[in-house]
């Protein structure tokens, strides 16, 4: 009897410390492929940045390995990196050669997961680390808000954190509604025409684009959607910039630019075809200032979201104030403050 | 039975009544008035060719009434695209003819002493790490680095030997080229994007003030090379040729480079790199009108324009959204010299 208790006692034991050890679950990434994965990951390398900061705000930043070097403005973002995982600086880098990962250094991390942004289950980063290095691949593709939400949940598995990834999502969603509440009724005809500007100045974000969807929950409506033309639902359209007068927005929103401000946009002479565009003709012309602050596609996104609809809408959200919501928000998600990135 | 009839149409023009090749001459100097006013009426701002004439004839004192916003499309985006891409198009025909006969060698484009290697490590340097250099003065401040550092290395003895001159030119390119690949590792994915869609060169970003900035040294490198252009077909015959009708074979070779790479590299620093049409615009006329650089200069630069002018209206209305012009000018360009080669046995060189 007391053997059988015995080996009773050690079976339940050893049945609640097999997550510990890795169970094997699948999940499915923004490309639509299996990945099957030992939960939680323990040693994860992420080569695209997005997900990494998602990561952050549900799962256990020791299971972080490695990183990409391809950190976008990463000299604004390494205080927040080091503060929510203070071995951030001694974390492996993983580099690119036109393009195409390290391999070697990659397989000499001898991770369980790689997360890295792919367009396709072709691209060759992909195929390269899981075909040939035989690792599991975790495809990210972010192409509207509800990928975002499936990139929190996502993590919650891969981190063994399904709880704390529920929670993060609810975080994320109240904010959101702050303004979505607001903005859910206007009509389409009533909204303003936005014209979001990429770096590349006439590049902006199709019909089929998470940018699209966050232009329309803060207020506004792409101007891609008044275009006839297939190129309107790629993701990333060239517009020429006499189709793009005939659209004629009423604001126009850029991206992150270092060479240009929006008072170029306005006055500057290279813009001098831009004149008559209601958005120039009425100074409506707004910049996403902080690339950290305000990625729409990082756990970040209801700020990015406040800061479009503030713009877009400014008599709907004359008395939302996006600092006052900040230091909260970072807290709620990363357990710091902002901006000192001090731990509560 | 091609060559036989590219060789015979070739001959016939030159063997033909002085009226008929002068007719012919008069109709490739004028084409870029019909180029011009066709593209002017091309466009994807709604606008009919009534309307485009009223315009033109508002800018005359006669207002016919019509919203600003047309004239602003007319005049602000339409007219220095179109003025740009003519520019463009003169410069490089031009200057890719000229480089052909100081190098007496056919497959010569105004790229071949490293300028477009040079100019787009200058376009990557100002786009992905020197944000505060405006990418058209760090275009053309390398792609005149890189031409004077072939020119130079080649020069030995207060001689430029053609054949130095071509194989520095080649090594100068890879040096660039190794330099930009450099930048494009190091760069993140957004400024890589920026710098490959400027390598693809295009005009969807003309502006007056772009014209205006180029204007100058475009119009004295064609200047340059227009006023001198008979000793070009002293210089095609060879050095020694050169010295026994008492001309300076270095110092014109000098000033032809010189001349053909400021005008080359102000129209690449606004216009990113064009493929092909300094090749085949200098071909096709060799073609049709002979070697005679006399005739051969000026209608480079005419029919530069027109051949330039009327691509890029393909590049911005053929399907209603941007494609960046070196794509066409290749994909024209390409099979064009392909069929060239077969034809008329090496252009029209031998």
């Not at chain 1, 009423?250 to 002479?269: A, C, F, K, Q, R």
Request: proline share 5%.
């Amino acid at each position: 009897m007391k053997i059988a208790l015995y080996l009773a006692g050690m079976a339940l034991c050893l049945a609640l410390a097999m997550p510990a050890f890795g169970e094997p679950v699948e999940l499915t990434d923004n490309l639509g492929r299996t990945v099957t994965i030992d939960q939680p990951c323990h040693k994860i390398v992420f080569l695209v940045e997005n997900a990494l900061n998602t990561y952050y705000s549900v799962g256990d930043p020791q299971s972080v390995l490695a990183v990409g070097n391809n950190i976008f403005k990463s000299e604004l973002k390494m205080p927040f990196f080091e503060a929510v995982d203070p071995d951030f600086g001694q974390k492996g880098k993983i580099g690119f050669e036109s393009g195409l990962v390290n391999l070697e250094a990659l397989a000499a991390e001898d991770p369980d997961l790689v997360v890295l942004w792919a367009t396709s289950p072709e691209a060759e980063n992909l195929k390269a680390i899981n075909d040939t290095l035989g690792i599991p691949v975790y495809a990210v593709f972010v192409t509207s808000i509800d990928d975002m939400y499936k990139q929190v949940e996502d993590m919650g598995i891969i981190s063994g954190r399904v709880e704390r990834a529920s929670d993060v999502e609810a975080i994320m969603k109240g904010y959101m509604e702050e303004v979505t509440s607001v903005t859910d009724g206007i009509p389409d005809e009533e909204r303003p025409k936005v014209y979001w500007m990429w770096t590349d100045v006439l590049g902006t974000t199709g019909r089929n684009s998470g940018f699209n969807d966050i232009i329309y929950q803060a207020g506004g409506i792409n101007v891609m959607n008044y275009w006839d033309n297939d190129a309107s639902y790629e993701e990333h359209p060239p517009v020429p910039l006499e189709t793009l007068i005939s659209l004629n927005p009423d604001v126009i929103y850029m991206w992150y630019n270092e060479n240009l401000d929006p008072e170029d946009v306005i006055n500057g002479t290279d813009f001098a075809g831009w004149k008559d565009i209601n958005a120039v003709k009425a100074g409506r012309v707004y910049e996403i200032e902080n690339p950290f602050l305000f990625d729409a596609f990082s756990p970040r996104m209801p700020m990015a979201l406040m800061h479009l609809a503030k713009n877009i809408q400014p008599e709907l959200f004359a008395d939302l104030s996006i600092d006052d919501k900040l230091d909260g928000f970072f807290v709620e998600m990363y357990s710091v403050h902002y901006p000192e990135y001090e731990h509560t | 039975m091609k060559i036989e009839y590219g060789r015979r149409w070739q001959i016939a023009v030159h063997n033909s009544s002085f009226n008929y090749k002068g007719m012919l001459i008069g109709l490739f100097l004028l084409l870029p008035i019909p180029a011009f006013l066709i593209s002017m009426m091309i466009g994807t701002f709604p606008l009919t060719p009534g309307e485009i004439v009223g315009l033109m004839l508002a800018r005359l004192g006669m207002d016919l009434g019509y919203p600003s916003v047309y004239e602003t499309v007319i005049f602000q985006v339409r007219l220095p695209r179109v003025l740009m891409a003519m520019m463009v198009g003169s410069i490089l025909s031009v200057s890719g003819a000229a480089f052909q006969g100081i190098f007496r060698n056919p497959l010569v484009s105004p790229y071949i002493l490293g300028l477009s290697s040079g100019a787009a490590f200058g376009a990557a340097l100002s786009l992905g790490v020197i944000h505060w250099l405006p990418v058209q003065i760090s275009a053309f401040l390398f792609s005149l680095i890189a031409v004077g550092a072939a020119y130079f290395m080649a020069t030995t003895k207060g001689k430029t030997p053609v054949v130095s001159l071509v194989l520095s030119g080649v090594i100068i390119s890879a040096v660039f080229s190794a330099l930009l690949a450099i930048v494009q590792i190091a760069v993140d994915e957004k400024s890589l994007q920026s710098i490959v869609f400027w390598m693809m060169g295009s005009m969807n970003t003309a502006s007056w003030s772009k014209l205006e900035s180029s204007l100058p040294l475009a119009l004295a490198g064609c200047l340059g090379i227009l006023i001198l252009r008979w000793r070009l077909n002293i210089l095609a015959l060879g050095d020694e040729e050169a010295l026994s009708v008492g001309m300076n074979p270095e110092k014109y070779k000098a000033i032809f480079v010189v001349a053909a790479a400021l005008a080359a590299s102000s129209a690449v620093a606004v216009a990113g790199i064009i493929g092909l049409v300094g090749l085949i615009v200098p071909h096709m006329l060799r073609m049709i009108f002979g070697p005679d650089h006399r005739v051969l200069i000026p209608l480079s630069i005419t029919f530069g324009a027109a051949f330039m002018v009327l691509v890029d209206d393909l590049a911005r209305a053929a399907l209603g959204f941007e494609i960046p012009v070196g794509i066409i000018t290749t994909l024209i360009g390409a099979p064009f010299f392909a069929y060239l080669l077969r034809a008329t046995r090496a252009g029209g060189w031998e």
